[in-house]
C-alpha cells in the first residue's frame, strides 16, 4: 500500500474496470463488481488489494499470498493456488499492473505541485533550523530541530528530516523519512523514481514506483548519489552507513547498519545488504544480491545475483574470495611471462 504523506489513490475501481483497463481476464463467476481499492506485492497483499505474479519464480509467494486479486499469465500452471486469491489471466501481468497502478496512481511521477510560497505553510520547521536561499520546501514536510539545509535545495511533499542533519545545496528529497544526525552532501537525489520497466515489443512501460526511502540516524550520503525509492516497498540505508561521492543505489535495496559504500558503486534493486559490509570503489552489485554481514568487496568487483557469505574478502567479476582471486591473477601473470618467453626463444 502506498503512503498516503506521498501518493494521492484515487479508488477504488471494480473488478470490472480494472479488466477493461488492463485486458485481464476474470474467471467465470467472479463478481465483477467486487472493489479493488489498492495494489500490493505478493507477501504484503490484503484482501481488496491487487498483486501480480511476475513468473515461475514467483509462485511460491504466490501460493502464500493474501492479496484478493492477483494478475498472472495466461500460461502459468499454478497446482496450489490461494483460496482466497481471485486469479486475472493476462498476457503480460508487468504490463497489466502497470496499468493498474497508473489507474490507481496517476500522479506517481516526479509529483510537481502547484506551490505558492517557497515554505509551504503546511510544513512544520523545528527550532532553530536554517535554511538556505532558495530553499523549497513542500505541504506537510517537517524538518527537525537544528537542521541546516543549503541553497536550492527542494525537500518534498510529505518529506520528514530528523534533528541535527545536514542538507547540502541542490539536494533534491522526495517520498523519504530522514533520521538523525543525517548528512546528505550537495547535489544528492533521494527518492526519486526507481529503474523499473515492464518491456515487450511495443518498447518499455514504466511502472509506477510507489515506495519510500528510509535514512537511519548518522548516515552520510556523497555529493552526487542517488538513492532511488522503492518499487512498492522501501528502500532503506541502515544506521551509521556511510556513502561516498557518485553512487547509484536502486530501488527495494536495503543496506544493514555501519556499511562502507565507496565512490562510484552501482547496487541494483532488491539487494539485501548486511551489517558492516564494504564495498570497493565502483563495485557491481546485481539485482536480487544478498551480501553477508561483514563481506568486502574489493574495488570494481562484480557481485552476481544470489547469496554471498558475510565475513570474507572478495575480488573479482564475478567475485570470488580474495585468496582465490589473487592466485588466479598471479597464474595468469606467470602464463603470460611464459608466453612473452616462448615467443623470444
Known amino acids: 500500500m502506498a503512503d498516503p504523506r506521498f501518493y494521492d489513490n484515487c479508488g477504488p475501481f471494480s473488478l470490472g474496470d480494472i479488466c477493461a483497463h488492463t485486458g485481464a481476464k476474470a474467471p467465470d463467476g467472479a463478481d465483477m463488481a467486487a472493489r479493488i481499492f489498492d495494489i500490493a506485492s505478493l507477501d504484503g497483499g490484503g484482501s481488496g488489494q491487487l498483486a501480480y505474479c511476475a513468473g515461475k519464480a514467483a509462485i511460491g509467494a504466490l501460493t502464500k499470498t493474501s492479496a484478493g486479486f492477483c494478475f498472472v499469465g495466461q500460461d502459468l500452471s499454478i497446482s496450489d493456488p490461494p483460496s482466497g486469491t481471485i486469479m486475472l489471466a493476462c498476457a503480460s501481468p508487468a504490463h497489466a499492473f502497470a496499468a493498474a497502478a497508473m489507474l490507481l496512481y496517476p500522479e506517481s511521477g516526479l509529483s510537481v505541485r502547484e ?60 517520498h523519504a523519512f530522514l533520521g538523525d544526525g543525517v548528512i546528505v552532501f550537495p547535489g544528492a537525489q533521494l527518492g526519486q523514481p526507481g529503474f523499473g520497466f515492464a518491456s515487450g515489443a511495443a518498447g518499455h512501460l514504466k511502472i509506477p514506483q510507489l515506495g519510500r526511502v528510509i535514512v537511519q540516524d548518522k548516515v552520510e550520503i556523497g555529493a552526487c548519489t542517488t538513492v532511488d525509492r522503492g518499487a512498492l516497498g522501501d528502500t532503506v540505508i541502515g544506521e551509521g552507513t556511510k556513502i561516498d561521492n557518485l553512487v547509484q543505489i536502486g530501488h527495494n535495496t536495503r543496506t544493514g547498519r555501519h556499511c562502507v559504500i565507496v565512490a562510484q558503486v552501482g ?56 585468496k582465490d582471486w589473487r592466485r588466479e591473477l598471479a597464474a595468469v601473470a606467470l602464463l603470460a611471462r611464459r608466453r612473452k618467453q616462448d615467443r623470444n626463444d
Not at 514536510?141 to 541546516?148: L, W
Open 115 to 174: 506551490q505558492k510560497t517557497a515554505i509551504d505553510p503546511s510544513a512544520k520547521i523545528g527550532d532553530d533550523v536554517r535554511l538556505g536561499p532558495g530553499v523549497v520546501v513542500g505541504p506537510d514536510a517537517e524538518i527537525g530541530e537544528r537542521t541546516r539545509v543549503g541553497a536550492n535545495a527542494v525537500i518534498g511533499r510529505g518529506v520528514m528530516i530528523g534533528r541535527d542533519c545536514e542538507i547540502g545545496s541542490n539536494v533534491t528529497i522526495s
Open 267 to 322: 547496487i541494483s534493486g532488491s539487494c539485501e545488504i548486511g551489517d558492516y559490509v564494504v564495498l570497493g570503489g565502483q563495485a557491481g552489485v546485481a539485482d536480487h544480491a544478498h551480501i553477508g554481514d561483514g563481506a568486502r568487496i574489493a574495488a570494481r568487483g562484480g557481485v552476481p545475483p544470489g547469496d554471498l557469505p558475510g565475513g570474507k574478502d572478495y575480488g573479482g567479476t564475478p567475485v570470488r574470495l580474495m
